[in-house]
């Protein structure tokens, strides 16, 4: 085993704030506690835990990890960074109330090449989210509080051109043991090489899909944690575009995907696993404009993975966002594929929660940002504003109510709600709300990005 080694420089960089100054050790972070739903950390609890991967500092590479801290009082983040080359870096950040920073792996690690990074964060008291971002600020995936012992997602392609890995992280004093199973159009398999792959103890790895999936489309894993937990991120490489996959933890009989593209030269395909002994049964509602479109539909065999097209399709307009409902006769995987020409981004669609964070991390505007409600029953809509003009100064904007089954834009409910630096906290009086995000593109709509979990 090679020896590990101390990233040689602290570079901090503030999203808010100016870098703060930095206290170096070389402790590992202790093992992980927090909820297992993820991104939701009760703000007065003790202390929390953030866990990260997926990012690298491959050839035009400058991914990093955005914190920013939603309690009225600061908090203190010791990190510790580790890299699949087995250097380490160990720090502590300061982040005041209402305010963010963000590190740069790639530049804290100038000593090693082509390297894939794990990040640990202990938080002295709860509040505090994490989003990693990479692709050239075009992929984003949330950092978790709590690893996975069941992780799931369909999508990948490693045909030519492009590349999947799955981007695993061991935050724990103890080795973790993990099987891998591969869904495809044609059934299941469990390689050899994916059974019984043991990471070590505060050690971060990569499993390259492509060494035993050669030149297939639309690759549905599932991952056993035999021993311990993991953090999972799935990187899908699409003739040089990336994108970040967090994954599911668990197969869903249905989900929502409210701001699915229909426009000219792109392109939105549903792929979908199915996991199970059973026939599923998939119908997909498209609701766009005015229009009346039939019900998308497939069958998936057991074990097996398919897909529905809904751009380019002749049953579908090309006119803007389409909302669709996923409804399926067995729980199943879902993950939309957009893009354009030969790249294809992948993007998990997002459960419904009772709180979402919404933060433009890449400064690039929102696109599209709406709230669905995914019940038959109203809610009632509260939006906390973290003004980024003046950091302590929090707007709460309340009273809003969202029919049944409706999708809005946010911006057309909260006046208050802009891109410009703000930071906001959404949330329902019932956890039944889905926000979705694009950022501006061309054609518009390929780059979907996820909300936090609440807080």
């Not at 097996?304 to 097209?309: H, L, Q, R, Y």
């Not at 996923?326 to 992948?346: F, H, M, N, Q």
């Not at 709230?371 to 504003?385: E, G, I, Q």
């Amino acid at each position: 085993m090679s020896r590990s080694r101390r990233f040689p420089v602290l570079v901090v960089v503030a999203a808010v704030l100016a870098a703060t100054a930095v206290a170096v050790t070389l402790t590992h972070p202790k093992n992980p506690s927090g909820s297992p739903s993820g991104l939701s950390v009760t703000i007065n609890t003790e202390s929390s835990a953030l866990y990260c991967t997926g990012l690298s500092n491959g050839p035009g590479a400058a991914g990093r990890v955005d914190f920013y801290n939603t309690a009225n009082g600061p908090r203190n983040l010791n990190v510790s960074v580790v890299s699949s080359q087995d250097t380490t870096w160990s720090g502590s950040l300061e982040l005041g109330a209402h305010q963010g920073q963000f590190i740069q792996p790639s530049v804290l690690d100038k000593s090693t090449k082509n390297a894939t990074y794990g990040v640990a964060v202990q938080i002295s008291g709860g509040g505090v989210v994490g989003e990693e971002i990479e692709g050239g600020d075009r992929a984003e995936a949330p950092c978790v509080n709590q690893g996975a012992t069941r992780w799931y997602a369909t999508g990948f392609d490693t045909l030519v051109g492009s590349s999947a890995d799955l981007s695993v992280y061991n935050p724990t004093a103890t080795a973790a043991v993990l099987n891998a199973s591969i869904y495809s159009a044609t059934g299941v398999s469990e390689p050899q090489s994916f059974q019984g792959i043991s990471v070590p103890a505060h050690t971060q790895s990569t499993i390259d899909l492509g060494t035993e999936v050669v030149n297939t489309q639309n690759v549905g894993v599932e991952v056993h944690v035999l021993r311990g937990s993991l953090e999972i991120v799935g990187v899908q490489d699409s003739n040089g575009s990336i994108s970040l996959d967090p994954g599911q933890r668990q197969a869903s009989a249905a989900a929502w995907l409210p701001d699915v593209t229909t426009v000219q030269n792109a392109t939105a395909q549903l792929r979908l696993a199915n996991p199970s002994d059973r026939l599923a049964n998939v119908t997909v509602s498209v609701a766009l404009g005015q229009f009346k479109i039939p019900p998308q539909r497939v069958t998936l065999s057991p074990f097996s993975t398919g897909s529905i097209t809904i751009t380019p399709n002749p049953a579908i307009p090309a006119s803007g966002y389409a909302s669709l409902t996923v409804r399926s006769s067995v729980p199943i995987l879902t993950t939309l594929a957009t893009g354009s020409g030969s790249v294809v981004l992948l993007s998990s669609p997002s459960a419904p929660v009772g709180e979402v964070f919404v933060r433009d991390f890449t400064a690039l505007g929102f696109d599209a940002a709406t709230v669905t409600n995914t019940s038959a029953r109203a809610v009632r809509l509260t939006l906390s504003t973290f003004n980024s003009a003046s950091p302590k100064t929090v707007t709460v904007s309340g009273g809003i109510t969202l029919r049944g089954g409706a999708t809005t834009n946010l911006s057309s409910l909260f006046p208050t709600f802009t891109a410009a630096g703000d930071a906001f906290l959404l949330s329902s009086s019932s956890p039944t709300i889905v926000v979705s995000l694009t950022l501006p593109s061309r054609p518009r709509g390929v780059d979907v990005v996820s909300p936090l979990n609440g807080r």
